[in-house]
């Protein structure tokens, strides 16, 4: 079991920055991925920013050149760095933690953990 805390989401202005991060606790060693999603208000949750431990950290489009996720490993938290934010950035965002693993007929399978979620307002 694997508990997730999301915390740093707040109210800032279009332009400006806000720092995310996620504490986990519990154990970790069989997590292989990690991310953050968002959800904005009727709109389904959506990818932010992805790390497959040992591969590539892949984002959104919208991502691109303005978040960074980082952290994560050893222990520490994982981060989401946002900058440069505009009023369509607004909505929960949501720590992901996932365990995976292979069956024995070699079927990929994968269990995420969730945080609670930050509330993120980026006002005009």
């Known amino acids: 079991q694997v508990q997730l805390v999301e915390s740093g989401g707040g109210l800032v202005q279009a332009g400006g920055s806000l720092n995310l991060s996620c504490v986990a606790s519990g154990a970790r060693d069989n997590i292989r991925i990690m991310g953050w999603y968002r959800q904005a208000p009727d709109k389904e949750r959506e990818l932010v920013a992805s790390?497959?431990?040992?591969?590539?950290?892949t984002y959104a489009d919208f991502a691109k050149g303005r978040f960074v996720l980082s952290g994560g490993i050893f222990g520490e938290p994982l981060y989401l760095q946002m900058t440069r934010l505009t009023p369509d950035d607004s909505g929960v965002y949501y720590c992901?933690?996932?365990?995976?693993?292979?069956?024995?007929?070699?079927?990929?399978?994968?269990?995420?953990?969730w945080g609670q979620g930050a509330q993120v307002t980026v006002s005009p």
């Open positions: 992901q933690m996932g365990e995976i693993w292979h069956t024995a007929d070699n079927q990929k399978k994968q269990f995420d953990y």
């Open positions: 790390w497959p431990i040992g591969d590539m950290i």
